[in-house]
């Protein structure tokens, strides 16, 4: 789904737009056909209200914020029929989405060596509070023990849960997501650098 970016802010002691446009971290997956991700904003913990003379979208190592910093994502998720195309390569998969995906891309579980299926496809980990938003055709967040269907409009709030994306449908599902870090119980989050 292609994204436009609107950026107001104050300038010169007015609201104005300051940028429009694609956000600059845009990603249309070759190794997983039909997953786009796109990181609208990152937004450093205790934010000002004045714009950064530069981007902390652009500068942000990881698309996985730290305690009280927020990563606004757009997703875009293949139906699973893709994941059982004799095509589709989960070790080309995974290796293009730890470039593409830093810091969230690291928290998928492996699978378990020498099985012909996944154990837990998709099941990652995250220290984040997520609000995750369906805009189109319908969306399963699989948990530890059960899968819930949301369909356009719903909405899910996840905190720090164990989960997989899934799209049982036949279409691509649009997805926004925000992703306020959280502390652990340790008070820390692990970043990639």
Not at 12 to 18: D, I, L, M, S, T
Not at 75 to 95: C, K, M, N
Not at 136 to 150: C, F, G, K, Q, T
Request: proline letters at 12%; glycine letters at 8%.
């Amino acid at each position: 789904m292609k994204v436009r970016r609107v950026l107001v802010a104050n300038s010169w002691g007015a609201g104005r737009v300051v940028a429009d446009g694609e956000p600059a971290r845009a990603t249309v997956a070759v190794e997983t056909p039909g997953f786009e991700q796109t990181l609208v904003r990152y937004t450093p913990r205790l934010p000002g209200p004045s714009l950064p003379g530069t981007g902390p979208t652009v500068r942000t190592p990881t698309l996985l914020p730290e305690p009280g910093s927020t990563s606004f994502i757009v997703l875009t998720i293949p139906p699973d029929a893709l994941y059982a195309d004799p095509g589709y390569s989960p070790e080309a998969a995974g290796a293009e989405a730890a470039r593409k995906s830093p810091g969230t891309a690291e928290l998928f579980e492996p699978d378990s060596p020498g099985t012909a299926e996944p154990d837990s496809p998709g099941m990652h980990t995250t220290p984040t509070v997520d609000y995750d938003v369906v805009l189109d055709s319908e969306r399963w967040p699989a948990l530890d023990e059960e899968e819930v269907r949301l369909s356009a409009g719903d909405v899910v709030v996840q905190h720090g849960t164990r989960h997989a994306r899934r799209n049982k449908s036949d279409k691509p599902a649009t997805l926004p997501a925000v992703l306020i870090g959280a502390r652990t119980a340790d008070h820390s989050v692990e970043r990639s650098a």
